[in-house]
């Protein structure tokens, strides 16, 4: 313990390129886990011995994930790790950048639309394309989204706080009347059209295959898309793009003072956060297989403030905690009626209904995670981290 | 000519509806620096119990009561959820009265229930005719009660003791503080009143078309208008008020013929589009304070 290492020859170039993504592992010393030697030790991903044994017993879970539980829980999860890119993004403009967006379900509709518009069946009723390459419309549908966003943000460059709140309040309802009245590419009112179809080196993944079947290819497919989204995203907050939301999250003229340009970083960060919100429109919507342009409603939005803030305001883990959260939770809920008998599992009957019980969760555990827990389930389980860290000690 | 004057005192009906909302958002943002989102829910939830007490009490006493409890809603909302918030970042206040708002609305929403509940106000869909031209009584009483209310609510605030010292409040915490002044109760009260605001226009919303499960988006509506306005200012609210129901009445009696291309339903959200086109102009809103930036 008390013996120091001595630093070896090495130039950094050197050190990076050994180090990436892990950090170097020859050099740091044995059992004392918080010192690094090197800068690229400090800022590696997985930083920790035990975060990689962590992330890795994650990850082969979650690879194991479809020979482990049924294709009903499959579909779900699928639908948790689309949210999670969501959810991402609207942790990017809101959490990292400090620009607080209720407007995310406007652009969460304009990436679930496109896909669904570029992939769609050209002799149907809607519009279509006719292009199913996955990556072709995803990529569109983000861009699209992205390029919404960038029309958005002169009005973030202009306004402030809750002036933008309530302004990208007004986009949900605009982005509501659009998609109503639009018929001819989103289907109308009511009726809706089908989701975007996926179909990756001609393999069609949303039919039942010969070895997998449709919601175990949906599945593994979400989750290698939300790997790289999630990389991206930390590697995005990491560097000086981050740091730049950051500071301009924690004193924007102050970051203006040493030379961050707010306008160029706000519209970097509306930007970001649609595509992200694009592509994870266009994967949601590609596991429900249907659209319905009432779906994208100022409650859509409010499901991503409550996974961001429950996860974990500028957290990556935390937001993909919340989303799972958020989207497993109605799945729980419905389980209520056979435990509780005065909650009643349809809308129509008296007394209370599941919806009715999911709805006041939502609210009740937004207050609940603000008041008692800010930094979220993130923040819990570093409460817990550090409780065991310093064990026996108190602090 | 009589579809352009029934459009104005329409356009003015629904304004004042969106006047007093407009002002609970002010009053509320004056004193607490926060936009409340759970207006929405102050406003159901008062006008649900005007539609089940006004079958035995009559339509005017039962708006007092319904005025009376969401006035007390309001406070025990503040006094439970809102006051131990105090110096957390506004951000994090907003989104606790986003939760509140959903919290309360769907227990009203059980009270509600499936079918449209009516208010039994006493002008229904009646007419008057007035220099020939048949107008709706509902919007002329509208406006002229909003009218007296918003009179009254100017009194208050200039010649009372206690609307000096929620003005004093507004403008320094602190020093209205080592005053003597009671930051709890303005806090308390402004929401009181936005309360008791709430309901009046949800009652006034209610006339005509009843109430259901949908009346809550209306009061979201006075968004554009505080942001017309200026988010602290009343005078404002009063014009961005009347400016947001004037354009939504004139969009929806003209946009057919005019600009049919914009669809169905486009005055109700016409606002929005004004309030974007204004802030691109005027990024405090025509009558806010700038804030002065420091470092």
């Known amino acids: 313990m008390t013996t120091t290492t001595p630093v070896t020859e090495t130039s950094d170039a050197e050190v990076r390129q050994r180090s990436w993504p892990f950090g170097s592992r020859r050099r740091r010393p044995a059992g004392r886990p918080l010192l690094y030697t090197s800068y690229a030790q400090d800022m590696a991903l997985l930083n920790t011995r035990p975060k990689r044994i962590a992330v890795g017993a994650i990850l082969l879970l979650a690879v194991a994930m479809p020979f482990l539980v049924t294709d009903d829980l499959l579909a779900l999860l699928a639908l948790a790790c689309a949210a999670s890119i969501g959810a991402i993004g609207l942790n990017l403009v809101t959490g990292y950048a400090g620009q607080v ?17 570029i992939s769609g069946d050209p002799d149907g009723r ?14 569109a549908a983000g861009l699209v989204a992205g390029l919404a966003g960038l029309v958005v943000s002169p009005l973030a460059s202009r306004l402030r706080g809750l002036y933008l709140a309530v302004v990208t309040l007004g986009l949900v309802f605009l982005g509501e009347h659009i998609f109503r009245e639009w018929s001819q590419v989103t289907g109308g009112v009511g009726v809706g059209r089908t989701g975007p179809v996926p179909e990756l080196f001609g393999v069609q993944l949303n039919e039942n295959g010969e070895i997998f079947t449709r919601d175990q290819k949906l599945y593994l497919t979400m989750l290698i898309l ?29 970051a203006e003072v040493i030379g961050v340009s707010l306008t160029r970083t706000k519209m970097v960060a509306f930007a970001v956060s649609s595509f992200y919100a694009g592509c994870a429109g266009a994967l949601l919507y590609t596991v429900t297989g249907y659209v319905e342009p009432g779906a994208f409603n100022l409650l859509l939005s409010v499901q991503y403030i409550a996974m961001i803030l429950i996860g974990g305001v500028a957290t990556i883990s ?78 | 000519m009589t579809e352009f004057l029934q459009s104005v005192v329409g356009g003015l009906g629904n304004g ?12 509320i943002y004056k004193s607490m620096r926060i936009v409340s989102f759970a207006q929405p829910a102050l406003m159901v939830a008062g006008t649900v119990l005007v539609s089940y007490l006004v079958g035995s009490v009559g339509f005017w006493l039962a708006v007092l009561i319904g005025i009376l409890f969401a006035a007390a809603l309001g406070v025990a909302i503040e006094r439970t959820a809102l006051r131990p918030m105090i110096g957390k970042p506004v951000f994090v206040i907003v989104i606790i009265t986003l939760g ?28 008057v005719d007035i220099f020939g031209f048949p107008l709706q009584q509902r919007y002329l009483a509208m406006t002229i009660v909003t009218a007296v209310v918003v009179t009254a609510l100017l009194a208050f605030y200039r010649y009372s003791r206690l609307g000096l010292a929620m003005r004093a409040a507004s403008v320094d915490q602190e020093a209205a503080m080592a005053q003597g002044i009671s930051i709890g109760v303005v806090f308390a009260l402004s929401w009181a009143i936005a309360g008791g605001l709430a309901t ?11 109430l259901d499960q949908g009346t809550w988006i209306i009061a979201l509506k006075a968004l554009p208008a505080i942001i017309l306005g200026g988010l602290d200012s009343v005078n404002g609210a009063v014009i961005g008020g009347l400016t947001v129901g004037l354009v939504e009445s004139f969009v929806g009696a003209y946009q057919d013929d005019l600009a049919p291309w914009l669809g169905d339903n486009f005055a109700a959200v016409s606002p929005y589009v004004v309030m974007l086109l204004v802030l691109l102009v005027r990024p405090y809103g025509l009558f806010g304070t700038p804030e002065v930036e420091r470092v």
């Open chain 1, 101 to 117: 967006s209720l407007g995310h379900a406007f652009f969460l509709g304009i990436g679930a639309y496109t896909a669904a518009v």
């Open chain 1, 126 to 139: 809607t519009l279509g394309f006719g292009i199913t390459s996955l990556p072709v419309w995803l990529l």
């Open chain 1, 226 to 254: 939300l790997l790289i989204f999630a990389l991206l995203a930390r590697n995005i907050a990491r560097s000086a793009v981050g740091r730049a939301f950051s500071a301009v999250r924690d004193r924007d003229i102050a």
């Open chain 1, 318 to 395: 935390g937001s993909i905690l919340g989303a799972f959260f958020i989207t497993l939770l109605p799945r729980v809920t419905r389980e209520l009626p056979s435990l509780l008998p005065f909650i009643s599992s349809t809308s129509g009957a008296g007394g209370i209904s599941v919806f009715q019980v999911e709805a006041v969760l939502y609210g009740l555990l937004i207050i609940g995670f603000l008041i008692f827990e800010p930094r979220g389930l993130f923040g819990i389980w570093i409460r817990a981290r550090n409780y065991w860290k310093a064990w026996p000690f108190s602090y």
């Open chain 2, 16 to 27: 004042s509806i969106y006047v007093l909302l407009a002002l609970g958002f002010v009053i």
């Open chain 2, 100 to 127: 509140i708002d959903i919290v309360v609305r769907v227990i009203v929403n059980g009270f509600i229930g499936q079918e449209v509940r009516q208010v039994g106000d006493p002008w229904g869909l009646s007419t």
């Open chain 2, 200 to 210: 009046l226009a949800g009652t006034f919303a209610a006339t005509g078309a009843g």
